[in-house]
Every structure is written in C-alpha cells, then in structure tokens.
C-alpha cells in the first residue's frame, strides 16, 4: 500500500480519483488496499484516497476473497 519504490498507493489512488473526475478514466475503477496488519490512521488514510481497505486475518480470508472472486464483494 504505502511503500511502492517510486509512487505510493495513496498518491496512486488520489491521481486515478482525480482522473475520473477530469473525464480521462471513463469508468469508476475499484482500487483495493490490503493488510495483514493496519493501524486505524492507516485504514482511514486509504478511505480518504478512495480506495476500499481490506485488513485480513486467519478467519476472513478466504471467504474475502470468494465473495470477492463472486463478484460480491464490490458489486
């Protein structure tokens, strides 16, 4: 999420918002943060970018990710 080499997530995901409301992305694309381990102010850091946070544990991970697959989870 927050340590890509050259641009992090967050600013990533700020720019992509940004070029949906500028009209150069056409369509609302879904950008997942995913943790094993996060802080509060991390989790609201990646909502505020607009991108939906996913924190897992031993016990959600595989249903996550099977409603995700599905196409349940985001719709």
Do not use: W
């Not at 940004?18 to 102010?41: C, V, W």
């Not at 959600?60 to 989870?73: D, E, K, M, T």
């Amino acid at each position: 999420m927050q340590q890509m080499p050259t641009m992090g997530g967050l600013e990533c995901a700020r720019r992509i918002r940004q070029d949906e409301k500028d009209g150069l992305i056409t369509k609302h694309l879904t950008i997942i943060a995913t943790t094993a381990n996060a802080r509060a102010e991390q989790v609201q850091s990646t909502y505020d970018a607009g991108m939906v946070s996913l924190t897992y544990n031993s016990r959600n991970v595989i249903p996550s990710a099977n409603c995700f697959c599905a196409g349940r989870l985001f719709g």
